[in-house]
């Protein structure tokens, strides 16, 4: 057993704090606060779910998520620090298993964040991937800001000092880059530039006409979405749907900005659904320890998942996911642990657990995952061995959930192995795409199936949805990889996973 010291836990004994468990039809609270602050934070969300439908599909119900979506509401910042990256205050992760959502409480911008990041989630999940960058990036700070207010959805008023510093910056990103040309913003700092100036344009285009000095551009909006969605050009899209230049725009934008009188304003939604919501029950610290393990594992802190994970494999407390969530912190960090050391961990989970669905595919997956490692080597029928084995999990976990997006994810990479038919695999990645279209993992392996099949235009347009650089500069390097792959593909040459090129 590797041999584990635990700062976090003994940190204030984070597990054995009082952590209340919270359900409601979108989400799983995990929550340090009260009861009563609690339920009041998971009715807003819901209410707030209610008001994203409206604004994304014109509805109130979005289709529920196939997977859990957990909340975890922190209450103390040093015990939140433990579960950061970077200067994040707030921030929804996305997996084609479950959706984590990280909040400090009574921190508004953490809230802010993470909201932010779920209202991506939304839009590329049941809107269209055809949306240009700056819409989707505009309505997604534009839900953000929406608070629950007595049953209605309302923004906080933009401040004056932050509208004139975007009107003076304006011409960093003139409007027809801003609206044409993605491959541009070719800086952190202009990334940032061009999010701030679609928030505050979609703001303008949403609410401008409540001030009798601007026009109403609702109905030009709208058409111009439509138009896109129709699969329109960009450029098209705008000239047959509003009645301006970009370059009138942009000066309409910044007359607005330093003109406006910002009043505060209602979002358009329908009528609210009431939202029902249960007492909150203690948790028990086991559970608790894992729900802080996954969220460690899924916010990119390894150390804190293997603390978490690792401190009741030490106690050797039967729960199965301790020891694959032990396994998955150990391969995924950087320190060197044995194979045989992290296998055993899958192996004893399933020891423990043979027919839960998760720890089913947890070992599948960590046989999938040293089978692609180009710097493992395995005997060709210790190879044969382990596929047979990846078939039976995978097989046994399609038969338990075939409609679940990470078992036909799964089952699809599978039959992506060059001694697998790819043919076998098509309806499995089908049924994920379906199920969760704008998942990473889900949309790599959309862009590898097309490009087994020739579609290259298809593959083409994942990879472009994929590389658009939303808040962070540079191209993921699977997206890079995927690029050449389809190079090699179209001039049909070889192409080598594990090459360097």
């Known amino acids: 057993m590797v041999s584990l010291c635990t700062p976090v836990l003994a940190q204030g004994d984070l597990v054995q704090q009082r952590w209340m468990g919270l359900d409601s039809s979108h989400f799983t609270v995990l929550s340090q606060a009260s009861d009563r602050q609690t339920q009041r934070f998971l009715r807003d969300m819901e209410s707030w779910r209610q008001i994203a439908a409206y604004q994304i599909v014109g509805g109130a119900v979005l289709p529920a998520i196939p997977i859990p979506n957990y909340v975890y509401l922190f209450d103390s910042e040093a015990d939140f620090a433990a579960f950061l990256v970077g200067e994040e205050r707030g921030y929804f992760y996305a997996t084609p298993r479950a959706n984590f959502m990280g909040i400090l409480l009574r921190d508004d911008q953490s809230l802010l964040q993470a909201r932010h990041h779920y209202a991506h989630f939304l839009i590329r999940n049941f809107s269209d991937l055809r949306l240009p960058r700056w819409y989707e990036e505009g309505l997604a700070a534009y839900l953000a800001g929406v608070n629950i207010d007595d049953g209605r959805g309302e923004l906080a008023r933009p401040s004056a000092d932050g509208y004139s510093a975007l009107a003076q910056v304006s011409d960093t990103i003139p409007m027809g880059r801003l609206l044409y040309r993605d491959d541009s913003l070719a800086s952190p700092r202009l990334i940032q530039f061009a999010n701030l100036k679609s928030e505050a344009l979609f703001h303008y285009l949403r609410h401008g006409y409540a001030e009798d000095a601007f026009p109403d551009r609702r109905a030009q909006l709208a058409r111009y979405v439509e138009l896109l969605l129709e699969g329109r050009a960009a450029r098209f899209a705008f000239d047959q749907s509003f009645d301006i230049t970009t370059a009138e725009l942009d000066a309409e934008y910044v007359d607005y900005l330093s003109n406006s009188r910002r009043p505060r304003v209602d979002v358009e939604h329908g009528e609210l659904a009431p939202v029902q919501v249960p007492g909150a029950a203690p948790l028990d610290p086991d559970r608790v320890a894992i729900l802080l393990g996954e969220l460690g594992l899924n916010s990119g802190r390894l150390d804190t998942a293997e603390q978490l994970f690792g401190s009741l494999v030490e106690t050797e407390a039967p729960v199965a996911r301790a020891y694959s969530g032990l396994g998955d912190a150990l391969r995924f960090d950087l320190d060197e642990v044995s194979d045989q050391t992290i296998a055993a961990y899958f192996e004893q989970a399933t020891a423990l657990a043979p027919e839960d669905l998760n720890i089913i595919l947890d070992l599948g997956e960590y046989w999938e995952s040293e089978l692609s490692d180009c710097e493992k080597t395995y005997s060709e029928t210790r190879r044969q061995s382990l596929f047979t084995v990846m078939q039976e999990q995978f097989t046994r976990a399609f038969n338990m959930a075939p409609d679940n997006p990470e078992v036909n994810l799964a089952m699809a990479q599978f039959y992506l192995f ?58 993921p390097d699977y997206v890079s990889d995927l690029r050449i792959r389809l190079l090699k593909k179209r001039r049909n040459e070889h192409y080598d996973a594990c090459a360097v090129y």
């Open 418 to 475: 060059p001694e697998q038919d790819w043919r076998l695999g098509v309806s499995y990645q089908e049924k994920a795409f379906a199920a969760l279209p704008a998942d990473s993992f889900i949309m790599e392996q959309a862009a590898k199936y097309a490009m087994a099949a020739n579609e290259f235009d298809y593959a083409e347009q994942l990879i472009s949805e994929m590389a658009q650089p939303l808040h962070f500069y540079g191209e």
